[in-house]
């Protein structure tokens, strides 16, 4: 009996282990449905310090996600607080056209906040899905910097600017700032704005309310944010799929391939190119830190 229990166990094993070679027909398999994190910041470049989110970086998993045949749809689970409008934008794009060119519903799910531009990214979801107490909105454009012009004086610093072309050193923050200046940057900001709120509507469409501050760049909870059509309902990445796919459902988690001692290699940076140099470590790194504050600066707006 002991030998007949012991070669019915290494029968099974080695029927699971050659289940995934039999045709899917004669599997009894749940639905599929691949999960992509966008997370972070939105930038163009990122840094050690700062893992920021870009179209460069995303691509390659939403490329794997879409082209995951049996999945009858993509899920995308969205925690930024903004950033780049062009990176947001692109990152939309790409999202909507690989939903077209492979029919997939695109489900999205809020974790902390899809603020700015991480509005801008979860409204490429044919739904939008919050938690209760996740941020939505700030559908708006916002640029920041310093004045140093007092500073300067204080120290008894002479600032030297030489242009070719009047406006080249437009709000330069170490010069007293111009109204002119300040005039064709609140313009430039109009018409990203105004790009924002087009982009906005095509896909929100009639769900919208017609809250005044909808686009004012004001920010709610999630229940409210349904509310005002920014989301679609409440609830979570595993609930959702059950749901809609029943209890068999297996959310697969997609992650960046890595290179070498699990390490991708940075962005243009061939492996063994050029000598130590400390002048750019240090210069790389003292980037990265104001990067790093300004990140989490975006992050501090919605208390987090």
């Not at 010069?175 to 430039?188: G, K, M, W």
């Not at 190119?273 to 003292?286: E, N």
């Amino acid at each position: 009996m002991q030998a007949d229990r012991i070669l019915l166990e290494r029968l099974f094993r080695l029927a699971f282990s050659l289940r995934s070679y039999l045709p899917k027909r004669f599997r009894k398999e749940g639905v599929v449905v691949p999960v992509v994190r966008l997370q972070g910041a939105i930038m163009a470049q990122s840094g050690p310090l700062r893992p920021a989110l870009s179209l460069a970086g995303i691509a390659p998993l939403l490329d794997r996600a879409f082209g995951m045949k049996e999945a009858p749809a993509v899920a995308l689970v969205v925690n930024s607080p903004g950033g780049s409008p062009v990176q947001s934008r692109l990152i939309h794009k790409r999202i909507r056209d690989l939903a077209l060119e492979k029919k997939k519903e695109v489900l999205v799910f809020v974790e902390d906040v899809a603020a700015s531009g991480g509005y801008m990214i979860a409204c490429a979801g044919d739904e939008i899905i919050v938690d209760p107490s996740s941020i939505v909105g700030s559908i708006g454009v916002v640029s920041g910097g310093f004045g140093f012009v007092d500073a300067l004086a204080k120290l008894g610093i002479e600032r030297r600017v030489h242009t070719a072309g009047q406006n080249k050193a437009v709000l330069d923050p170490f010069r007293p700032e111009r109204p002119e200046d300040v005039a064709h940057l609140l313009e430039l900001q109009r018409h990203v704005h105004e790009t924002f709120i087009a982009l906005v509507k095509a896909r929100r469409g009639a769900r919208l309310s017609d809250h005044p501050d909808l686009f004012s760049g004001l920010f709610w909870e999630g229940g409210r944010g349904v509310e005002l059509g920014l989301a679609d309902r409440l609830g979570d990445l595993r609930g959702v799929l059950v749901e809609r796919y029943g209890e068999t459902v297996r959310p697969q988690l997609l992650h960046a391939h890595r290179g070498l001692f699990g390490r991708r290699p940075a962005s243009g940076t061939a492996i063994g190119q050029g000598a130590f140099d400390p002048a750019r470590l240090g210069a790389d790194l003292a980037g990265g830190l104001i990067s790093a504050a300004e990140e989490r600066m975006l992050w501090s707006r919605y208390g987090l």
